[in-house]
């Protein structure tokens, strides 16, 4: 079970950080994912991380102002998001994987957290 928190409403130009937290105890076993997702547009990659931490990638509408990373001790993942804009509104979702291919593509991960919403006021 993956749970994501830290989401809220936020002016154009502050930062924020989203947290997403699971519950199994093989979490270092897996890749994580942020995806993010607007009324009326398709979810849309955010960044990665790979299992040790030594792959991440990110969007290209995302990459100069964010940071992913995580701590197996406590078996969270982090977004550091800075800059926001408006267009950064939209739910956010956590996801895992235990593949180590195209860590950008939704359908390579097995499970999702419920989203949390993040709203930037311009």
């Known amino acids: 079970q993956l749970v994501e928190s830290g989401g809220g409403l936020v002016q154009a130009g502050d930062s924020l950080r989203l947290s997403c937290t699971a519950s199994e105890d093989t979490f270092s076993n897996y890749a994580l994912g942020w995806f993010r997702q607007a009324p009326g547009k398709q979810r849309e990659f955010v960044a990665a991380?790979?299992?040790?931490?030594?792959?991440?990638p990110y969007g290209d509408s995302v990459k100069a102002r964010s940071t992913i990373s995580r701590d197996n001790r406590k078996n969270t993942v982090y977004l550091q998001m800075n800059s926001l804009k408006f267009e950064d509104s939209a739910s956010y979702y956590c996801?895992?994987?235990?593949?180590?291919?195209?860590?950008?593509?939704?359908?390579?991960?097995?499970?999702w957290g419920r989203g949390t919403q993040v709203t930037v006021s311009s």
């Open positions: 996801a895992a994987t235990p593949r180590i291919i195209d860590l950008r593509s939704a359908l390579q991960y097995d499970y």
């Open positions: 991380i790979s299992k040790n931490g030594g792959n991440t």
